[in-house]
């Protein structure tokens, strides 16, 4: 009876192993904490990984093998994107690994948008025509003057 159950249990436990993954021996992807800030406060940014929040705040994304920007959108701002440096510390055998950005926080200094000319809406008014000078038909064309005397003309 002994071998009967023995022989279960190993059976059992052998079953379980061909349902184990190795997947589960694997970390997972770490993550890291930014911090993104703007000057007005109360800008949508979003990361190019895709989390995003209302600034200031802070957002945690996995870390990417290279680098990616934060947009930062607001009303009568022009948008600006802040490049942000991914760096990993492998560590040892006395730290741990790490992973940290830079800049952190990812900071942007949002410019006033500049409101277009406001276009000055004359009314187009045509121009009226000069009335042209009409001489009277019965009027006598004007006497030719004299033309002046010629200087040079007595010391030839």
């Known amino acids: 009876m002994r071998r009967v159950i023995a022989i279960a249990l190993a059976g059992a436990s ?10 589960m021996f694997k ?3 770490p993550t890291v904490q ?23 705040c802070s957002v945690s994304v996995p870390a ?13 701002y022009q948008p ?9 510390n ?3 055998f006395t730290t741990p690994a790490s992973v940290t950005t830079d800049p952190n926080p990812a900071f942007a200094e ?7 000319k406001p276009v000055k809406n004359k009314p187009h008014r045509p121009k009226k025509p000069k009335p042209a000078a009409v ?5 006598a064309a004007p006497a030719a003057s004299t033309p002046f005397p010629d200087p040079n003309a007595g010391k030839r």
Do not use: H
Not at 64 to 76: G, H, M, R
Not at 80 to 88: C, E, F, G, L, W
Not at 110 to 116: I, R, T
Not at 135 to 139: H, K, L, V
């Open 80 to 88: 600006t994107s802040v490049p942000v440096n991914v760096i990993k």
């Open 64 to 76: 990417p093998e290279a680098p990616f920007t934060v947009d930062y959108v607001l009303n009568k």
């Open 135 to 139: 001489a009277p038909a019965d009027a």
């Open 110 to 116: 949002l410019q006033p948008a500049v409101p277009p």
């Open 14 to 23: 052998l079953g379980g192993c061909s349902s184990m993954s190795w997947d």
């Open 34 to 56: 930014v911090r993104l800030e703007s000057n007005p406060p109360g800008a949508d940014a979003k990361t190019s990984l895709g989390p995003g929040c209302k600034t200031p």
């Open 27 to 29: 970390s997972a992807p």
């Open 90 to 92: 492998p560590g040892d």
